[in-house]
């Protein structure tokens, strides 16, 4: 399991996260901490400030079907807040599900802005603020309404 490799490499500890399989199929796996299946409100957020940190994030390269080279591959990026969400009352693993394929799940489309070129028969993605693309439209339906209002008083 790299995740956990990684996160003990960095801890310096072994075995303080655990993976254990969802049976309900819901969700992927749910982290163990030290043993516990279970975790609070108030561990999770001790977790996040302690331990969040230490998880990477993950970086799928996409390859065409056309045996592209990996320079080429689409990289998309999942920061650790969008595959490892808190669930009540468990960490869960939130990437993939129980399919057989891979199913990139909303929660890591969210701050994704993906492209499809038709012509060229290329996906791309772009990593991008959505809450600044909604402020920027409020701003400028303000701005037209403002100017509006200027005009009705001329």
Known sequence: NGILKLVHQKLNKNKVFEWTKDITKNYDFFLQWNG????????????????????PDIIMLWQGMDGEDRKDALKFRIPVDRYLLYKKPHICLDLFGDTPSIL?????????????????MKLGVADINCDSLLMIEEEQQQENNDNENENDND
């Open 36 to 55: 516990k299946k279970t975790i609070s409100e108030q561990e999770w957020i001790k977790f996040k400030d302690e331990y969040m940190k230490y998880f």
């Open 104 to 120: 990139v799940g909303s929660n890591v489309m969210v701050n994704k802005f993906m492209i499809y070129d038709r012509e060229k």
